[in-house]
């Protein structure tokens, strides 16, 4: 079985800082990870994935997560944040059938 | 750009009464899930559908919840009868087909308020 734990449950950040969102998976199998994103009252975006290859990966609106094999991670990560990206963040884990949610961090950008 | 369909966006109704949500995945796509997703947390499954059969209900409380994709199309989610705990967002999702590889398209969920 796989279970993932997202290790904050909000992060606040000025406006053009950077950031990252932490991300720990288990899984007794080959996982495949993901980052989705939720705006207030809307359903859940994909924002990237890792399926094999390359571990770092790039997705939309500027940001990109490095999975970590040896240390079961997958961290989001933006060198910049915009007021826009005040949202709710989720990564998931898969080990091929279904994908399990983390509770989620907020992300609050500060003026 | 193709979306997810669901409707009504929003429910209010009281305990004990009869509650219907729809969803209408993107054209093409055979899998089929709806997720709970409890204020504050990440979303659960609750039913997997691969066409019109179910492949995972396994958290699904069948004593008042049921769910049908009679045409492997288009999907009802029921609860009969609500209860307070059951206040929560409701999201449907599709993918091309079921495997954990394929992205998940999310619609915009139904608000569900049990008073």
């Known amino acids: 079985a796989q279970s993932v734990t997202q290790l904050d449950s909000q992060v606040p950040v000025f406006e053009e800082a950077p950031v990252e969102l932490r991300c720990n998976y288990s899984s007794s199998v080959s996982v495949y990870l993901f980052w989705y994103v939720q705006y207030p009252n809307q359903g859940l975006q994909l924002l990237l994935k890792y399926l094999s290859g390359s571990t770092l990966v790039k997705g939309i609106n500027g940001f990109e997560a490095e999975f970590n094999k040896s240390q079961t991670s997958f961290h989001l990560r933006k060198p910049s944040v915009h007021i826009s990206d005040t949202a709710e963040y989720f990564c998931?884990?898969?080990?091929?059938?279904?994908?399990?949610f983390g509770k989620g961090t907020r992300l609050h950008i500060l003026p | 750009e193709a979306e997810v369909a669901q409707s009504p966006r929003y429910k209010i109704t009281e305990k004990s009464q009869a509650v219907a949500f729809w969803c209408d995945p993107i054209?093409?796509?055979?899998?089929l899930y709806w997720y709970r997703q409890i204020l504050g947390q990440g979303p659960e499954l609750l039913v997997q559908f691969q066409d019109e059969s179910v492949v995972d209900d396994s958290q699904l409380p069948k004593d008042r919840f049921s769910a049908e994709r009679l045409k492997g199309v288009d999907s009802t989610l029921k609860i009969q009868p609500a209860e307070l705990g059951d206040s929560a967002m409701y999201l449907c999702a599709s993918s091309l087909t079921t495997g954990g590889s394929y992205e998940q398209y999310f619609g915009p969920g139904t608000r569900l308020t049990v008073t």
């Open positions: 054209s093409g796509h055979a899998t």
């Open positions: 998931a884990v898969s080990g091929g059938d279904k994908i399990i």
